[in-house]
């Protein structure tokens, strides 16, 4: 509940990082530091596996990338259903359904989303000239007003997983280890 707070709160919260220029690249405390923190704090603990929480980003990050348009003006949009979906499935592969799963959604939709969407749409020069226009601008990673693409998807993500993964277990053949639900 705190974290949830912490990122409504914070999604009003950009920190300036880099100056470019007239123009300022800023990081959005609900909608990038507070999910990275979260996403350290479970692999940190071994809440989920780092290996698969990197390969989760990774496969996330691609599809984010490929998904994401960016638009002079009002920033980098993408389908608000594109990165919940990839980071659940990835978050069910590499878990193999098992309860580990919606863990590592979050961290793939999350992390994978702000390096995709944002980092690697903001490291093009071309992309980076089309959004800052004329006038000084402020481009922020993660930020997107108070239902950020990253909060949501860190939500939709593990809600995914966690109930797709939960209907796998109670048909068998899946996660034998945790005996059954």
Known sequence: MLVTAGALVGSLIDIPLIPVGEDVIAVNVGGAVIPLFVTIEMVGRGRVSRPKSL?????????????????????ITMPFYVAPLAGAVTGLLLARGCRAAPGIAYA???????????????????????????GPT???????GIFDGIFVTGILAVILAAYAGRGLRKKGGVCPQEGGE
């Open 108 to 134: 793939g939709g999350t992390m994978g989303t702000l390096l995709g969407a944002d980092i690697f749409n903001l490291a093009d020069p071309e992309v980076f000239s089309a959004l800052t226009g004329d």
């Open 55 to 75: 390969t989760a980003v990774g496969i996330v990050a691609v599809v984010a990338y490929a998904a994401a348009t960016p638009v002079p003006g009002l920033g």
């Open 138 to 144: 402020v481009l922020t990673i993660g930020g997107a």
